[in-house]
C-alpha cells in the first residue's frame, strides 16, 4: 500500500485524495524508491494528464498521472522517454508507475524532473524578455527538437528519429537558466527503427490528425500529409510549430518594441481565432486564407540588420559599388555620421541662443516617424533626395555654423564619391572648435546668449 501525501490540492477537492493499491511492480522495476513519493500541488491539467508537484524523498519531482482511459498515450510517453537519451533540452524523465486508483481502476503516473517556471506559455505570460534570453529559449527549444528528429547510435544504444506532433507553448517547460526542455510525448511517434511495442495500429490512421489544432500545419488540416515519406512529412510539420513558438516567443522581447509597451502574451492566432479555435476555424484561416501570425509594426524597421532609418541611398537602392567595396562601404558610413552629427548638434544648446532647444530627434523622425519601413526611406531618401531639415536657428551667417551645414551635406551627399572621408571629417570638426572659439571672442552677440544660456 502507498499513501499519497496529497497537501495542497488546488482546485479538485477530496474526491482525489487517492489511497492506493500499487499494482505488482513487475511492469519496470523501479530503480527510485517510489515508497517516499508524495502528490504535493497540482501545477498542470493537459488533454490527457494531471500533474503534480511531488516530492520523491528530498527531490522536487512532477508526476503525470493518467487516468484509465488515457493509458494509450501513457504507454507512448512512457516508450518515447525510453528511447531519449539524456539531453539538456528534453524534460529528464525518472520512472513510470502503474497503480489502482480509489475507483478501482488503474492509473498510471510519470514522473520527471520538475521544472518550477512550468511551460514556455506561462513563463512569457508573466514576463517579457530581452533579445538574449529570447534567443536562449528558441535556441534551446529548437535544438532539443533537433535531437528530436536526429537517429543516432551510440555504441548499442539506438535513438530513432521522432516526430513529436504536439509541439506548442504549453509542451515545452523552461529551466531555472533559461533554456528549455521540449516535453509531452504522448503523441510522438518513431519514425525509423523498429515500431515501438505499444504503438497502437490504430493510431495509424490519425497518423496526420493529431495534436493541437492551434499548431497545425496546413497539410495536417488538409489532411493531406505526404505519407509517402512519412518521416520527412512529420518533421515538417514539427517545423511549422516551432516557427508559431517563434513568433510567440519575440512578440515578447523587449528589444523588439524600443520605446513602446510589449504587447501581452498571445498564442499563435489569438487574435485571428481566439482562444478555443475548431478545426474548421484553423482550415479556413491556415489552409485557404494562409494567414500566419502578424508581424507588429514595430517589426517593420528590420533595426537589427542594419538600421533603415541610417541608410545611404545607394544601399537603400542595392547600389553599392561592389567593384570598390572598401571605398564603397567606407562611403556608407559616412553616410551615417551626417546623419549622427545632425542628431547631435539639433541638441547643441549654443546653436539655439535664446531659444528652447529642441527635444531629440532621431534623423527622419519628423518626415518618417518612429518605424520608417525600407519603401519610406527609399521615398525619401533615394527618390526625393531629401536630408534632416537644418532649424531657423541655424540660418544664422556665422562662419562657424555654415562650415557645420556644408560638412553635414558633405558627409551625406547623394554621390558617395563626394562624400568626405572619416579622416576629412575628422579635420572639418577640428576646425569648427577653433572657428567657434574665434567667434565666441569676436561676436559679442554669441558671447552673450551664450552667456545666457549657461546661467539658465
Ligand atoms: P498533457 O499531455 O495532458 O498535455 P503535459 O505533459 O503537457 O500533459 O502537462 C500539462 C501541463 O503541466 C504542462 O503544460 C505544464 O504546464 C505542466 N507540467 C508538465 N510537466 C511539468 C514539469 N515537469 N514541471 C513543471 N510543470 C510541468
Ligand atoms: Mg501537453
Ligand atoms: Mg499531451
Known amino acids: 500500500l502507498v499513501f499519497f501525501c496529497l497537501r495542497v490540492l488546488r482546485g479538485r477537492g477530496k474526491q482525489s485524495l487517492h489511497n492506493l493499491n500499487m499494482l505488482e511492480a513487475a511492469f519496470s522495476p523501479p530503480s527510485l524508491d517510489l515508497d517516499n513519493l508524495k502528490l504535493l500541488e497540482l501545477i498542470g491539467r493537459g488533454r490527457y494528464g494531471t500533474v503534480y508537484r511531488g516530492s520523491l524523498d528530498e527531490r522536487s519531482v512532477a508526476v503525470k498521472v493518467f487516468s484509465s482511459v488515457n493509458r494509450q498515450p501513457f504507454v507512448n510517453e512512457r516508450s518515447i522517454y525510453r528511447l531519449l537519451l539524456d539531453h539538456d533540452n528534453i524534460t529528464h524523465f525518472l520512472e513510470t508507475e502503474e497503480r489502482v486508483g480509489t475507483d478501482g481502476q488503474p492509473e498510471y503516473l510519470l514522473i520527471m524532473d520538475f521544472y518550477p517556471h512550468g511551460s514556455l506559455c506561462t513563463y512569457l505570460s508573466t514576463r517579457t524578455v530581452d533579445w538574449l534570453s529570447c534567443c536562449r529559449l528558441v535556441i534551446s527549444v529548437t535544438r532539443g527538437l533537433a535531437y528530436l528528429h536526429t537517429e543516432l547510435v551510440k555504441g548499442d544504444v539506438y535513438k530513432p528519429a521522432i516526430s513529436h506532433r504536439d509541439l506548442n507553448s504549453r509542451n515545452v517547460l523552461v529551466k531555472p537558466d533559461g533554456c528549455c526542455v521540449i516535453s509531452d510525448y504522448g503523441l510522438s511517434m518513431a519514425l525509423t527503427g523498429k515500431r515501438q511495442s505499444g504503438h497502437a495500429e490504430e493510431d495509424n490512421t490519425a497518423i496526420s490528425e493529431v495534436g493541437t489544432v492551434r499548431y497545425m500545419a496546413p497539410e495536417v488540416l488538409e489532411g493531406a500529409v505526404n505519407l509517402r515519406d512519412c518521416e520527412a512529412a512529420l518533421k515538417q510539420v514539427d517545423v511549422y510549430a516551432l516557427g508559431l513558438l517563434f513568433w510567440e516567443s519575440f512578440m515578447r522581447c523587449a528589444d523588439l518594441f524600443p520605446g513602446e509597451s510589449v504587447p501581452t502574451f498571445q498564442l499563435a492566432f489569438q487574435a485571428e481565432a481566439g482562444n478555443h479555435p475548431t478545426i474548421e476555424e484553423m482550415q479556413a484561416l491556415v489552409s485557404r486564407h494562409k494567414q500566419r501570425p502578424k508581424f507588429p509594426e514595430a517589426w517593420k524597421e528590420n533595426s537589427l540588420v542594419g538600421t533603415v532609418r541610417?541608410?545611404?541611398?545607394?544601399?537603400?537602392?542595392?547600389?553599392?559599388?561592389?567593384?570598390?567595396?572598401?571605398?564603397?562601404?567606407?562611403?556608407?558610413?559616412?553616410?551615417?555620421?551626417?546623419?549622427?552629427?545632425?542628431?547631435?548638434?539639433?541638441?547643441?544648446?549654443?546653436?539655439?541662443?535664446?531659444?528652447?532647444?529642441?527635444?531629440?530627434?532621431?534623423?527622419?523622425?519628423?518626415?518618417?516617424?518612429?518605424?520608417?519601413?525600407?519603401?519610406?526611406?527609399?521615398?525619401?531618401?533615394?527618390?526625393?533626395?531629401q536630408r534632416p531639415k537644418f532649424p531657423e536657428a541655424w540660418k544664422e551667417n556665422s562662419l562657424a555654423v555654415r562650415s557645420l551645414k556644408e560638412t553635414m551635406e558633405d558627409c551625406w551627399d547623394q554621390d558617395a564619391e563626394a562624400r568626405l572621408t572619416a579622416q576629412c571629417a575628422e579635420e572639418r570638426l577640428a576646425e569648427l572648435l577653433v572657428l567657434w572659439e574665434r567667434e565666441k571672442s569676436t561676436s559679442p552677440a554669441v558671447n552673450i546668449s551664450t552667456a545666457l544660456h549657461n546661467h539658465r
Open 310 to 385: 541610417y541608410m545611404a541611398p545607394e544601399v537603400l537602392e542595392g547600389a553599392v559599388n561592389l567593384r570598390d567595396c572598401e571605398a564603397a562601404l567606407k562611403q556608407v558610413d559616412v553616410y551615417a555620421l551626417g546623419l549622427l552629427f545632425w542628431e547631435s548638434f539639433m541638441r547643441c544648446a549654443d546653436l539655439f541662443p535664446g531659444e528652447s532647444v529642441p527635444t531629440f530627434q532621431l534623423a527622419f523622425q519628423a518626415e518618417a516617424g518612429n518605424h520608417p519601413t525600407i519603401e519610406e526611406m527609399q521615398a525619401l531618401v533615394s527618390r526625393h533626395k
